[in-house]
């Protein structure tokens, strides 16, 4: 299970991004955060992850408040809107990246076959000796998304990973990204700003305005400006 507690966001300029946002997303979920441009979603992803300091407020996984906790340390899968591969290393090389730094790391043997159990879940496999710069958006995707799971995280966290997809991959992946978590069963934060696309892949969907969760409860229920 996830808590954000009560987190509020000033940043160094006075702006008030977050104010007392708080949610709980079960084990297993995968919850959508929605919002236009502007409203903090990323702000509250970087918060999950460690990358920025919450002004007030707590982070728990399953109970353990993170807040002190290194990212790296952390157990999160991030995923960036920009895939942010590693554009001289290889698919196959990218994948086994994290799991060769860091105090748990493996052998190499080790973490090529871990990757390559990964890269068969999201069905890459064929791609594994090319590099990033000559695969599409869509294949960069499911890359990315490869990486953030090898390391078998806690918390998997997606900024709006479809954003640079055009509208016919956008549908696909988003159904692909819904399996796999689901296989997995990984806890996962999904930021988007389209509501068709969080309508049609979330558990609970918390919809943000301007640092406030405005609404906070599963699809059906929700009630959205047409
Ligand atoms: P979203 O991801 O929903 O587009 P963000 O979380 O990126 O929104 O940003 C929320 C608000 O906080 C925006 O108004 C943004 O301009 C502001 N903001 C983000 N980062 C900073 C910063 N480092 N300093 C000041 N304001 C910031
Ligand atoms: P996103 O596309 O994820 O919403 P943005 O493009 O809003 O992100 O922000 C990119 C970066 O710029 C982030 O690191 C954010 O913290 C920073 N940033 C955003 N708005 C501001 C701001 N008003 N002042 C300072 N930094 C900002």
């Known amino acids: 299970m996830l808590e954000v507690i009560d987190i509020n966001k000033t940043f160094d300029n006075g702006f008030e991004a977050l104010k ?20 903090g979603k990323s702000t509250i992803l970087n918060i999950i992850a460690g990358l920025l300091s919450p002004t007030k407020g707590d982070i728990k996984f399953d109970g353990r408040s993170v807040v002190e906790v290194e990212p790296k340390d952390r157990n999160i899968g991030f995923v960036f ?41 999201t069905n890459i496999e064929e791609l594994a000796d090319k590099k990033p710069g000559t695969l599409s958006g869509g294949q960069q995707q499911r890359v990315a998304i490869t ?14 990973p479809l954003s640079n997809l055009d509208a016919r991959l956008r549908l696909k992946i988003r159904e692909e990204i819904r399996r796999l978590v689901k296989e997995v069963g990984i806890t996962t934060v999904f930021v988007t700003h389209d509501q ?3 309508l049609s892949i979330s558990d609970k969907i918390i919809l943000l305005n301007e640092g406030v969760v405005q609404q906070d409860d599963d699809p059906q229920n929700l009630y959205l400006e047409p």
């Open 81 to 121: 809107q920009n895939y942010a591969l590693y554009p001289h290393m290889t698919v196959l090389e990218n994948i086994m990246f994290p799991l060769t730094v860091g105090p748990k790391k493996k052998d190499k043997a080790e973490a090529q076959k871990i990757a390559e159990e990964y890269m068969k879940l």
């Open 147 to 160: 990486r953030a799971l090898v390391q078998n995280p806690e918390v998997l966290l997606l900024d709006e």
């Open 20 to 39: 007392a946002i708080d949610f709980t997303i079960e084990k297993g979920d995968l919850v959508c955060l929605l919002g236009p441009s502007g409203c």
């Open 196 to 198: 068709e696309e969080a």
